[in-house]
């Protein structure tokens, strides 16, 4: 089984996306609609009463919802809330503005053999879309690009914060290879596009 971890917060940021409701009915959708269909998505709600409430009826034994308090400015306490009600044997994540192609998990799921995490591209739309590729030399490479077995080993608590960096760092200490041809699709970034 594959976990999702999707963090919610529809509140003000700099930079946030627009018409993000709608997105986060389309991510959740998106989830839904696999093409592989051994997965679960646990939504975490951050102090956001308008997220629950979306997100609410989409509630059955796929799909969980937890609402926990308001945290600072990009902690990664949602996303390890996420992961520690997880029961896969792999935790991937999705941004709530964001969403999966419909074999994006199918995809990640015939490539998952002998490493211990994968990291992948995403596609970005910046007046079209384009493959925005993931590189860990240059420390170009956030949580919605990885695939990560749930082992003890890598202590929760201490190894996730708002750098998702810092997280995959940590992932770098044990064996891991690149899957190509992802389905992962980032359209919140123009702020000037309604993707």
């Not at 700099?14 to 998505?41: F, G, M």
Request: glycine share 4%; aromatic share 14%.
């Amino acid at each position: 089984m594959i976990s999702i971890v999707m963090p919610v917060y529809l509140g003000k940021y700099p930079l946030a996306a627009k018409n993000r409701e709608q997105k986060l009915v389309r991510a959740i959708n998106s989830v839904i609609n696999q093409t592989y269909k051994d997965w679960e998505l646990i939504i975490v709600c951050d102090g956001c009463s308008d997220a629950y409430n979306i997100c609410k009826p989409f509630v059955n034994g796929k799909i969980r919802l937890f609402k926990i308090a308001k945290q600072p400015m990009w902690s990664g306490t949602p996303r390890n809330v996420g992961i520690v009600k997880s029961k896969g044997n792999w935790i991937t994540y999705l941004d709530s503005d964001d969403y999966f192609g419909v074999n994006h998990l199918m995809i990640l799921s015939k490539q998952l053999i002998d490493k211990d995490w994968y990291f992948f591209d995403d596609i970005k739309f910046n007046k079209e879309w384009n493959i925005s590729h993931c590189f860990l030399e240059k420390s170009h490479c956030g949580t919605s690009n990885i695939i990560h077995k749930k082992i003890e080993y890598w202590d929760i608590e201490n190894k996730y914060s708002y750098d998702d960096w810092r997280f995959i760092r940590k992932l770098m200490e044990h064996n891991y290879q690149k899957i190509n041809t992802p389905e992962y699709y980032v359209a919140h970034i123009p702020n000037d596009y309604d993707c």
